[in-house]
């Protein structure tokens, strides 16, 4: 009787005391800021709850993992798309000599999209699903067939075309094109950051002194040639600039004998070129320098394969042009001599954007413990904002609603470039100037 009589007191006192804790007011933590963010009194002086990482198995054998460049090999793009394929090589190349990716060794299988027509799109996926491709790393495209072709399919692809059309299709396809990434803003900055480098900074701050007023527009017919054009146009106009000319010619056009009439008749102190044709750059430069004017020379995008200026040679020296994708200054002294001792030569825009490409891939792969982990890996670049990348060219983050790269000083910049002794000077990052580097009037004007 006494025993139970205990083990009733016993059980009493127990419930009492489980009562008394369950009704203790709940303390509130006190932030306390770490070099690793803000973290609570609790989580600063207890073990913290561990995340587990996702579980990695070292591979007991030998493995490789397929990495598509489904790109411009042939054709007018043929220039870029060689640079492309360059930077691709170097890419895999160092993140194999460092061990590979979850172990495994990056195979490349190349494919041509030539003009990126649909059917030569078509042909280039075939060949990534045959090889069993897992990443797409193509630089960029002519139009959004190929944006049409790989966004049906579950591998990662980051690009860099630059373009509001390809960009449109995928934001209308999502979340099924949810695979595609362009990981910078689209072509429309182009003029009217060209603008205010040209006016408000060479002119303004440097003192630059234009002839008159006018300015001369002509690019190619397709649609990123003629976004930039429009975007050009408005800066001017309504800055009160008059536009001489302002010309869409067939795109890969080597004749400009009729707007060159016109440029010489108006002798605009600048003329804006959206040639992005390099075989057109080219011819478009050699046929202005015949007879050239006073006029400060823009050109979209071409000068950034390195065939504009081995083609050229002493004439390229002083076009400026822009682009979203080049490397940083600072980043120069890394990457450029490891690209010299591999190609002997310096790279165009695209290895060192190409090299970031496989960077953000190898990270997301890494994060998500799985090549096929697709969904995850979509995630994790829609989410880049939350851990961006800082790469060669910038800092790379992401709108998860556009698929849309950030582009700003904080970010990947706009970069305005003078050819200077037959090399690519950044003198602007956004509008804001690059110290030690100095823009140079061209030598045609005199």
């Not at 009704?23 to 609790?42: D, F, L, M, S, Y």
């Not at 002519?142 to 966004?151: H, L, N, Q, R, S």
Request: hydrophobic share 40%; with cysteine.
């Amino acid at each position: 009787m006494g025993k139970r009589l205990l083990i009733v007191i016993g059980m009493g006192l127990v419930f009492v005391a489980l009562i008394l804790v369950g009704c203790k007011p709940t303390t509130q933590a006190t932030p306390i800021a770490t070099e690793k963010g803000v973290v609570t009194e609790a989580a600063a002086t207890e073990k913290p709850a561990v995340t587990e990482a996702p579980t990695i198995e070292k591979p007991t054998e030998p493995c490789t993992v397929k990495v598509g460049v489904p790109t411009l090999l042939t054709g007018v793009g043929a220039p870029m798309g060689a640079d492309i394929k360059a930077g691709a090589e170097l890419a895999a190349k160092k993140i194999n000599e460092e061990g590979g990716v979850l172990g495994c060794q990056i195979e490349l299988v190349f494919a041509d999209v030539k003009a990126t027509a649909a059917e030569d799109c078509a042909l280039a996926a075939q060949v990534m699903d045959q090889a069993g491709v897992v990443f797409y790393v193509p630089g960029a495209f002519y139009g959004p067939a190929c944006i049409d072709e790989f966004g049906k399919r579950e591998p990662l692809m980051m690009h860099n075309s630059a373009s509001k059309d390809m960009n449109d299709v995928v934001v209308k396809n999502l979340p099924e094109y949810r695979n595609v990434f362009m990981t910078c803003e689209d072509e429309f900055s182009y003029g009217p950051n060209a603008f205010k480098v040209f006016v408000e900074q060479i002119s303004g701050k440097k003192g630059y002194e234009f002839p008159n007023k006018k300015v001369a527009l002509l690019g190619g017919d397709i649609t990123y040639d003629m976004y930039i054009q429009k975007g050009a146009r408005k800066a001017f106009e309504d800055a009160g600039w008059e536009v001489v000319l302002d010309d869409t010619y067939a795109y890969g056009n080597t004749e400009f004998g009729a707007q060159l009439a016109k440029i010489r008749a108006e002798k605009p102190a600048i003329i804006m070129g959206q040639i992005t044709s390099t075989d057109s750059s080219v011819a478009f430069m050699n046929q202005f320098l015949t007879n050239p004017t006073n006029s400060l020379i823009y050109i979209q995008w071409s000068p950034a394969s390195p065939e504009f200026i081995n083609l050229l040679k002493e004439k390229a020296n002083g076009v400026t042009w822009q682009t979203l994708i080049d490397i940083l200054p600072q980043n120069k002294d890394f990457y450029y001599p490891m690209f010299e001792a591999e190609y002997n030569r310096l790279p165009g825009a695209w290895p060192p954007m190409i090299w970031d490409h496989f960077q953000i891939w190898k990270a997301a792969v890494e994060s998500c413990g799985d090549f096929k982990a697709f969904d995850c890996i979509n995630t994790y670049v829609e989410e880049l904002d939350k851990h961006p990348y800082k790469g060669l060219d910038g800092t790379y983050g992401m709108d998860p609603a556009l698929h849309k790269g950030r582009t700003g000083n904080e970010w990947l910049p706009i970069q305005f470039i003078q050819i200077q002794d037959q090399k690519n000077v950044t003198l602007y990052l956004g509008t804001e100037a690059v110290s030690g580097n100095e823009f140079q009037v061209p030598p045609w004007i005199k």
